[in-house]
């Protein structure tokens, strides 16, 4: 049974990319789990232990404890014994089960579906067995944010959904599809604060977007673009026929849209002459003024041209479009836009959506030349995906603004 369960997960595992599949995830993958107490909240569970299989109930709690490269269970009254693996299965297909680290301590999160645990690297795994278009609405709703417009949820479900497609092979080598972190998508348990956002992933169930060639696209989007987006080769280097710049005016009503920051006067000096700059000739200080009406590649001063995305990273901006203005002791950076800037703009798409622009007007004002295909209609032998950008990392940003509480600080290349 037990080499049972492990085939029926590696079989899982391989057959992906057809609709209607489950995907594996790996929770809480930034913790070195030792304890883990689960609860299934409704449906109904079975517990496979070996060759034992026994009902789980709701409201019944089960603990799992590493030990050594084993899982000791026990329920509230007696241990279950120690086992290489242990799996719970819902059977009704609307099974909801609560996963609570103990060791370390982590708030409890729900989960849809099938959960599976063993010991590798010294620490337990807790793998998500779960049917994708579950999968991406939780990530819609971990990363959209609530109370958007149904069409705006669409487009953010066929970006999940893409970005799922693309790398179910990214974790393979450990297992799994893919880790619920910032690294892959964010995945913080199901989706339940707002139905609408269940209803936009069925609404476009198994549906991706591809470019020219018929291959998934990188789905890059970001918070605000400022008023106009950036081309991919400007910010990651590779171009892409589908990532290049759009003027965008949807967006600039948000709070995002625009940034303000000051920054010492003699760190400015130090950053430009550590990048070429000679700033004993700098006469008067309005020599490092800088004026940018469109998205600057460049800022230009003394005659050197310093990458914008550098100056980004270096004093960790909110984006790289921004003009300067020095005066005695400090520079006054006026910037436009939250984030990277490539692909589509999630504020310009919100207020599009409101406006009554439907899902695949948004995407093909952001994505140029894509087109959106189910799933089935995709030749999987030939399919090629681009993974060169997946693992850009962008700097640390200061907390999001308010109007973005639950979306995680700007992703890699998305
Ligand atoms: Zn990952
Ligand atoms: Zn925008």
Partial sequence: MQKLTFTFIVSLILTLGAAGQKISISLFNNLKLSTILITPTSGSYRLILGDNEVELKVNQILYISRSGDSLMVRDANQNMGTWKRVT????TGEDIIRVKPIVPASPAR???????????????????LIDQE????????????????????KV????????????LNKHLAEGFNLCDEVHCQSYLGRSEKNSDILDAVLDTKDMVIVDA??????????????GQTANSEDVWVKPLPYLVSVSDRYCLGSNSSTWERSIPIGEWKKFLSQNGVDTLKIKKNSDLDFQAKTRPKYYAVMGVEIPTTDIRKHFRLRSAWF???????????????????VGLCQDGAINMAQKGWTYDQIVQYYYKGV????LTELDMDR???????????????PPPGMEFPQRPPDRGTR
């Avoid at 060639?213 to 400022?226: K, Q, S």
Wanted: charged share 20%; glycine share 8%.
């Fill in 383 to 397: 399919i090629r995906v681009d993974t060169t950008l997946n693992n850009m990392v962008e700097p640390n940003l």
């Fill in 110 to 128: 729900l989960y849809d579906d099938n959960l599976s645990f063993y010991v590798d690297l010294d620490r337990i795994f807790a793998i998500n």
């Fill in 156 to 167: 953010q479900a066929l970006i999940v959904r893409t970005y799922t497609f693309a790398h």
């Fill in 323 to 341: 003009s300067v203005s020095a005066g005695k002791s400090e520079v006054r950076l006026s910037g436009r836009g939250y984030g990277h800037g």
């Fill in 213 to 226: 060639e018929r291959n998934p696209i990188t789905a890059a989007f970001h918070a605000n673009c400022g």
């Fill in 88 to 91: 719970v299965v819902g059977q």
């Fill in 134 to 153: 579950k999968y991406v609405a939780a990530v819609v709703e971990a990363e959209g944010g609530l109370n958007r417009e149904p069409e705006f949820y």
């Fill in 371 to 374: 087109s959106i295909v189910k």
